[in-house]
């Protein structure tokens, strides 16, 4: 028999109690079964089969498994990513991060080098270097399964010749020798409590590494700040990506360390950026 309609809203029902947006996820994981995009499947859905894997699918996502590790992939900005359950799945929250470094560079001499500290996946690397294609990136992380990853998305997408990933651990002493300076720094740390209690998917699903980060949340912060003076260029910027109620905090952190600093709010007006700069006039 053919026909989707049916197989999309018998699906959509089971994920109703599971999902925010049970109907694209249920269509997600009907074309990632088919094997093609979601916007071809739903032209021809009235001439399709459903395949027999799709219930496994389904079965995965009613189990709160979440959909970016069930299909490998995720979008961000303007690039569509792989990602498996070594790395964090990138969020549009973190978009924030690349707005602001596009109002900063609208005024300022376009980035030649830019760091991407705990790339992880290479999302914030990665679109950086889409939206800026004169520079050269470098990406680090202390997993070396994620750098796999970064890696793999960097060649996928076209940016191997200009993405350098190595494994540097910023809890290691001397992680920071022989990066030399960068213009533009986007750093996204863990910085949830410990103990906190997240979301199941997350909780189950995500490396606990990439999002905890000591009693406050703010021991990457602790330990990144003081660092990043010998990282940035005498008119570079920094972007760090922070939890809703640590902007004080990273910002008092980063006052004893001389930078001046500027917080941006996403979309949902929650403080999200911190903007590093050492105070040379835009």
């Given amino acids: 028999m053919t026909g989707l309609a049916p197989v999309l809203r018998t699906a959509t029902t089971a994920l109703g109690g599971i999902s925010p947006t049970p109907r694209l996820d249920a269509e997600l994981l009907l074309a ?13 859905q009235d001439e399709l089969c459903v395949p027999d894997s799709f219930g496994a699918l389904l079965a995965r996502r009613v189990a709160d498994e979440p959909i970016a590790y069930i299909t490998g992939t995720q979008a961000f900005w ?31 001499e376009a980035p030649s080098r830019i760091a ?32 796999a990853v970064a890696r793999d ?9 200009r993405a350098e990933f190595a494994h540097r651990d910023w809890t290691k002493t001397g992680w920071h020798v022989g990066l030399g300076v960068f213009d533009l720094i986007l750093c996204n ?13 997350v909780s189950a699903h995500e490396p606990h590494n990439a ?8 021991d990457d ?25 640590q902007a004080e905090s990273v ?32």
């Fill in 32 to 44: 990632h079964a088919l094997g093609i995009d979601r916007s071809a499947m739903l032209l021809r």
């Fill in 78 to 108: 303007d690039i569509e990513l792989h990602v498996t359950p070594d790395v964090l799945i990138p969020r549009a929250d973190s978009e924030t991060l690349l707005e602001a470094a596009i109002d900063w560079f609208a005024s300022n």
């Fill in 116 to 147: 991407d500290l705990g790339t992880g996946s290479g999302a914030l690397l990665l679109a950086a270097l889409s939206i800026f294609p004169n520079a050269q990136g470098y990406g680090m992380d202390a997993s070396q399964a994620a750098l």
């Fill in 153 to 161: 998305n960097a060649e996928r997408l076209g940016f191997a010749n």
């Fill in 189 to 201: 740390p863990p910085y949830i409590e410990d103990g906190k209690k997240l979301a199941p998917m």
């Fill in 211 to 218: 999002l905890f980060a000591g009693a406050d949340g703010l």
């Fill in 221 to 245: 912060y602790r330990l990144l700040i003081p660092r990043l003076g010998a990282l940035l260029d005498p008119r570079g910027v920094a972007f760090f990506e922070i939890g809703y109620n």
């Fill in 251 to 282: 910002q008092r952190l980063a006052s004893d360390a001389g930078f001046l600093t500027e917080l941006r709010h996403d979309l949902a007006g929650n403080s999200r950026v911190i903007r590093f700069s050492l105070g040379i006039k835009e």
